[in-house]
């Protein structure tokens, strides 16, 4: 199986290994695709939700930032920053 090929050291074999595994990805990957479209996704709404989800991360990040610095500021942990906010652990 490419996904156990461990690189031996041979750099050629190494590298075939690597395609190996992105071959089997790609078609992992082609199998998804189809299965989506087979529940009625469409390509264009799965690359919007691909967008938001890439702008929510952003955000979470940038909010994650802020009350890291807030934490150093006020000398206490993020975690104690949660309840103030109204934040819970999973958020």
Do not use: F, W
Request: with cysteine; glycine share 6%.
């Amino acid at each position: 199986s490419p996904r156990s090929c461990q690189p031996n050291g041979a750099n050629k074999e190494a590298l075939q290994c690597e395609i190996e595994a992105l071959k089997q990805k790609d078609l992992d990957l082609d199998q998804e695709i189809a299965q989506l479209l087979s529940e009625g996704y469409s390509l264009e709404e799965l690359k919007e939700h691909i967008t938001l989800l890439h702008e929510y991360n952003d955000i979470k990040d940038a909010g994650q930032m802020l009350l890291g610095k807030l934490a150093v500021i006020r000398g206490v942990t993020t975690k104690q920053l949660y309840p103030e906010y109204d934040l819970e652990l999973s958020d």
